[in-house]
Every structure is written in structure tokens, then in C-alpha cells.
Nanobody, 131 residues
Framework: QLQLVESGGGLVEPGGSLRLSCESSGFTLDYFAVTWFRQAPGEERDGVSSINTGDGGTFYADSVKGRFTISTDNAKNTVYLQMTNLNPDDTAAYYC????????????????????????WGQGTQVTVSS
């Protein structure tokens, strides 16, 4: 059974940091795109950051560039999202999602940030930024 499990969310003050984890079970993350999405109440699910484990390429939404860093630990089948300098606009449920990639294909940020392209999803973890 293929599963993704997120952890690491919580309540943090503005300017603070959190690290989210997305652990896969039932499959390794070789040649996968793993993308973090977030969804605030009443809003659409938006792509935040993506990593293509095939070529190591990373992508970020403009709103998080310079503040968030995505990385992977292949030995642990885990993708991390290090979030720094958080602000209230970052408050949302964060989801990780994964899809297989082809080693000969170049992927754009737009394609990786499209939620309907993903088959595997985690259950989500809440991030709340508030004083």
C-alpha cells in the first residue's frame, strides 16, 4: 500500500520556523516529483514547493522563495520542507503529494504545481502562524 504521511505542523509565532516531513511507505521516492501544497479555508489548493528526485530540480512559489527550502533524504524516503520567517499568510493545511516522473522529461513549475496531476496524497498537517 502506497502512503504518504506528513508531520511537523503546529502553531508558531510570526518570524518563526517549522520543518514539515513527508514520509513515504510502500514505495521509494526514486524518480518521483514530490510537491508540497497548501490550502487555507475557502481557498484553492496551491503548490508551494516541489522536488524532482530524478534530477534534483526544485521549484518554489514566488511567495515562499528565500524562506522555504525543500530537500529529500532518500535513505529515509522522506521529503522535508524547511519553513523560515513564517507570516500569517502561511497559515494553511499543508499536504504532500507524489507522482512518478520520467527521466527524459523536463518538468515545469506549472505542471508540478497542478494538484490534479497527483495520485498519491498525504492526510495533511496544519500550520498556524499567529501571535
Amino acid at each position: 500500500q502506497l502512503q504518504l504521511v506528513e508531520s511537523g505542523g503546529g502553531l508558531v509565532e510570526p518570524g518563526g520556523s517549522l520543518r514539515l516531513s513527508c514520509e513515504s511507505s510502500g514505495f521509494t521516492l526514486d524518480y518521483f516529483a514530490v510537491t508540497w501544497f497548501r490550502q487555507a479555508p475557502g481557498e484553492e489548493r496551491d503548490g508551494v514547493s516541489s522536488i524532482n528526485t530524478g534530477d534534483g530540480g526544485t521549484f518554489y512559489a514566488d511567495s515562499v522563495k528565500g524562506r522555504f527550502t525543500i530537500s529529500t533524504d532518500n535513505a529515509k524516503n522522506t521529503v522535508y520542507l524547511q519553513m523560515t520567517n513564517l507570516n500569517p499568510d502561511d497559515t494553511a493545511a499543508y499536504y504532500c503529494a507524489a507522482k512518478r516522473t520520467h527521466p527524459q522529461t523536463q518538468y515545469s513549475r506549472g505542471s508540478l504545481f497542478a494538484p490534479n496531476e497527483y495520485v498519491y496524497w498525504g492526510q495533511g498537517t496544519q500550520v498556524t502562524v499567529s501571535s
